[in-house]
């Protein structure tokens, strides 16, 4: 613990110590009206005020980025999704061209802003306050857009995500399921599978969600792992959605570099099977979670049962 009388001031320490802060990660960007566009990564984005709609964020000082800050007459906070750390990464590093190969589009004042975010804010530049060794950047919000899509984290210099609290979803001791829990209910298969799936699904899912990917998509992934690929009617069959959501959880997974078409079929990239990794990981650890109460044969003759009702269903 730091003494109050230090003379001296650690500045590695005091960074180690706002690590804790768990904050979200962004990408604020501008344009100015000759065609500058710049992108810096910021987890210093915050509120200010409802009334006027204001926002802030800080921009070092030696940044050569500001320049073009000062000059435009907008910029955008774009609220990373939990699985945009390859964007955020390539707006942290040096680079000639931030822009090159990244897909965007113009938003209010040509600042660009970029899709599959969680959340995105354009703002008219408000004020810029001194800040010691940064500009604080204070911006009026014009638009937002609201995606809600699980936010990439940042905490003790490592990217993270965010998941409901243990307090938040566990069921008291000995609570049952429903207060109609009784009588016939207590004997009927169908009510006790949906309760069960139910129970389940009310951990398991918000961590699948947290990796940033929507639920058709995460599914995809895991139909596709490990397979030579599959056509259009082998994806609809496996993952029983509708023709129109699965083209469309394609076409994302397309564009996030995660799946490719050879010919008619779907397959996992390299960088495709390292998310479905991920995805089983999760999958496995609630498994484990949930039926480490019950022997290996238990399990087992549960897994027997449930392929019997499906394959007789």
Known sequence: ??????????TRAFRRALGNFATGVTV????????????VTANSFNSVSLDPPLILWSIDKRSSSH???????HF???VLAADQIDLSNNFARPKDDRFAEIEFEAGEGGAPVFVD???????????????????IMIGKVVAFDDFGRSPLLYHQGAYSMVLPHTRMTKREEGQLPSSHFQGRLSHNLYYLMTQALRAYQASYQPRQLSTGLRTSEARMLMVLENDAGLNLCDLQRE??????????AVANLKRKGLVSDEGERVRLTVKGIDETEGLWAIAKEQQDKVFGQFSEEQVEHFKQVLKGVIKGA
């Open 1 to 10: 613990m730091s003494s109050l009388c230090d003379t001296t001031f650690d």
């Open 28 to 39: 604020v960007t501008a344009a100015t009206e000759d065609g500058r566009k710049v992108g």
């Open 67 to 73: 320049e073009v800050f000062e000059a435009a007459s």
């Open 76 to 78: 955008a906070v774009n």
């Open 117 to 135: 975010c969680s959340a995105r804010f354009h703002c008219e530049k408000f004020q810029q306050v001194d800040g010691g060794d940064h500009w």
């Open 239 to 248: 993952v029983a959605m509708p023709v129109r959501e699965i083209e469309e």
